[in-house]
Nanobody
């Protein structure tokens, strides 16, 4: 049974930090990613990382501010978000990631967890 459980969201002021966590089980994938969906917008890629740690990928909008890491023993993927901006406000989801290319990363599964809300106020 596929399970994706995201946690760590909350409300912060611009410039603040949050640490999101995702625990995955029930499927195998060479990479995991974070995606987000803001109100009225389509879901978009944020960051991805191979489980081996050999490669990481970021959307241009979060480069230099977000860091993706993993705890392989716990099947957990972490997203450290610093210097948050109001435009980062969204529901954040994790999923297996399909790395089509360095700038083309899409969800590899149709299954989504409940997500975790991140709200950044100005």
């Amino acid at each position: 049974q596929v399970q994706l459980v995201e946690s760590g969201g909350g409300q912060v002021q611009a410039g603040g930090s949050l640490r999101l966590s995702c625990t995955a089980s029930g499927f195998s994938s060479s990479a995991m990613g974070w995606f987000r969906q803001a109100p009225g917008k389509e879901r978009e890629f944020v960051a991805a990382r191979t489980w081996s740690g050999s490669s990481t990928y970021y959307a241009d909008s979060v480069k230099g501010r977000f860091t993706i890491s993993s705890d392989n023993a716990k099947n957990t993927v972490i997203l450290q978000m610093n210097n948050l901006k109001p435009e980062d406000t969204a529901v954040y989801y994790c999923n297996a990631a399909w790395i089509r290319g360095p700038t083309t990363i899409t969800p590899a599964s149709d299954y989504w967890g409940q997500g975790t809300q991140v709200t950044v106020s100005s």
